[in-house]
């Protein structure tokens, strides 16, 4: 794996983090809907932070104040990175700092189970709505674990459940917030359903096969407060010898290769 991976607009360190740049990543970061209200973001367990340096790339037009959130000590960051694995926080900081959107972007070493209750959590300073919460979890629920501890900590969600997330989330998402995240598609039905009984409803979805004719390895997923008649997508990241057209057209303002 290489040390550092390029993006169009930054770089990303990829030594320290547990979980390294990856597909699933930069799909979630770049299909995730804005429709230009979001103010305060949220990536949950956010690796080498690239979901989140995508997102602040996206949203780079956003006046940097939160002027309306009701946000303790408030500050002008609308970007936040939390992940509970301290190298990779650290790492995370870094590649926000040396972003073009450092100003309004910060990581965050600690566990975000407990971050939505009512006791005194470390982070208690993060508590505020968030129009949106991203992840890309550990999913890994059954299969053997990786033997170096961060590396299986990373990728398995006895780390953080599926409870977990949408516990956080229903306690720290804004009234229009949404949830987005990608899991394996033998995982997302479950989730789905868990997240019906936390009142939180699919308004979309994105089933992601290697390409047409192939099941689904991925699902990306967003859900709301709000009920409303969910959208469904494909996407196929290959076509013929090479990549499919709505791939491209969903990376190009990142990946270099396009």
Known sequence: ?????????????NELSAQKVGTDGVLLGAWVALDGTERHILDVGTGTGVIALILAQRTESLPADTEGHACEGRH???????????????????????????GRMAAFQGDFRGLGGDTIHPLSFLKCPYDLIVSNPPFFTDSLKAPEARRSDARH???????????GADALLSPEGRLAVIYPATEAERLAGEALSAGLFP????????????????????????????????????????????YKALTRDFYLKF
């Open 76 to 102: 002008p960051i609308t970007v936040v990175a939390i992940d509970i694995d301290a190298p990779s926080a650290r790492e995370a900081a870094a590649n926000f700092n040396a972003s073009p959107w450092s």
């Open 203 to 246: 308004i979309r979805s994105c089933r992601v096969s290697t390409k047409a004719g192939k099941a689904p390895k991925r699902i990306m997923m967003e859900f709301s407060r709000q009920k409303k008649e969910p959208l469904s997508e494909e996407l196929f990241i290959h076509e013929g010898d090479g990549f499919s057209e709505a």
């Open 1 to 13: 794996m290489a040390a550092s991976f390029d993006f169009k607009r930054f770089s990303v360190s």
């Open 157 to 167: 969600s006895d780390i953080l459940t599926f409870d977990d997330l949408l516990r």
